[in-house]
C-alpha cells in the first residue's frame, strides 16, 4: 500500500468521502489517504493529523514528495486538536484504532465539531460503544460496511448529525444497517464469534476460579443475540 495504491479497507473508506471535501484524517500514518484522495482530485483539502512522531515524520514526507503541501496540511497533534477553524473542515476520517480510542477522539474533541462534518469511522473492534456515542451525540449512521482482508474483519461506520436517532441494544451491538442487510461477510463473522462466545462459556464453566456473574451474563446475553440473529 502507498498514496497511490490504497489497501482493500481504506479504498472503501475513500468511497465514503464526499466530492470535493475538506478532510480530516485522525491518525494519518503515511498520509496514504489524503494524498491519494488529492491525487484523483476528489478532495479540495485536506489535514493529515498525527500524534506519534515517527508517522507523523512520514506523512510529512508522503506529502512532500507528493509536492501537495499547499493543498494538505501535516500536524503533529492529539486527535481533533490537530483541526483549526480555518480549516472548514467538512469530513473526518478516523482508521484502524479501536472503538474505545475513536469514541475517545470525539468525545475529547467534541468543541471542534461544528456538527456538520461527515465521520467515516474505521474501527478494529470495539464498534458498540462507538456507536453507542454517536447515538447519545445525535449522530445517526447513514452507511455501514464489513469487509475481510488478510484474514480480518473491518467494519466501515459513517454518520452525520440528524435528528436524534435512538437504537436498541442489539442494534448498537450488530450494527442497525448490517442487521437489515446480512452479507455474506456479516453472517460469516457472528457465526465465528458465536463459536468463540461458546467456546468461552465451555471454558468458564470448566474453571475452577470462580467468574463474576456480570461477565457470565453479558457472554450469554451476546450468545443469545447471535443465535437469534443467525436464526
Known amino acids: 500500500m502507498n498514496e497511490h495504491t490504497l489497501s482493500i479497507r481504506l479504498e472503501r473508506v475513500a468511497a465514503h468521502v464526499p466530492a470535493g471535501a475538506r478532510l480530516a484524517d485522525i491518525g494519518s500514518d503515511h498520509a496514504y489517504l489524503p494524498v491519494a484522495l488529492m491525487r484523483?482530485?476528489?478532495i479540495a483539502a485536506a489535514v493529515a493529523g498525527e500524534v506519534a512522531l515517527t508517522p507523523?515524520?512520514?506523512a510529512q514526507r508522503t506529502v512532500r514528495e507528493s509536492d501537495l503541501d499547499a493543498q494538505i496540511s501535516v500536524r503533529h497533534a492529539s486527535g481533533l486538536a490537530a483541526i483549526e477553524p480555518g480549516d472548514a473542515i467538512n469530513a473526518i476520517s478516523i482508521c484502524g484504532m479501536g472503538g474505545e480510542t475513536i469514541r475517545d477522539i470525539l468525545e475529547r474533541g467534541k468543541l471542534r465539531l461544528s456538527g456538520n462534518e461527515r465521520l467515516i469511522l474505521q474501527p478494529?473492534?470495539?464498534e458498540q460503544?462507538?456507536?453507542q456515542w454517536l447515538m447519545d451525540n445525535?449522530?445517526?449512521i447513514l452507511c455501514e460496511e464489513l469487509l475481510r482482508e488478510n484474514r480480518f474483519y473491518y467494519e466501515i461506520i459513517v454518520a452525520e448529525r440528524a435528528e436524534p436517532v435512538t437504537y436498541s441494544a442489539e442494534e448498537l451491538y450488530f450494527g442497525p444497517l448490517q442487521m437489515q442487510a446480512?452479507?455474506?461477510e456479516f453472517l460469516d463473522k457472528w457465526?465465528?464469534?458465536l463459536r468463540e462466545k461458546h467456546k468461552t462459556l465451555s471454558g468458564f464453566a470448566k474453571a475452577r476460579q470462580a467468574v463474576p456473574a456480570s461477565t457470565l451474563e453479558e457472554i450469554a446475553q451476546q450468545?443469545?443475540?447471535i443465535a437469534e440473529l443467525l436464526g
Open 40 to 42: 484523483r482530485g476528489l
Open 56 to 58: 507523523f515524520h512520514a
Open 138 to 140: 445525535g449522530y445517526q
Open 129 to 131: 460503544p462507538l456507536r
Open 124 to 126: 478494529n473492534g470495539g
Open 191 to 193: 457465526q465465528r464469534i
Open 223 to 225: 450468545a443469545r443475540w
Open 182 to 184: 446480512r452479507s455474506p
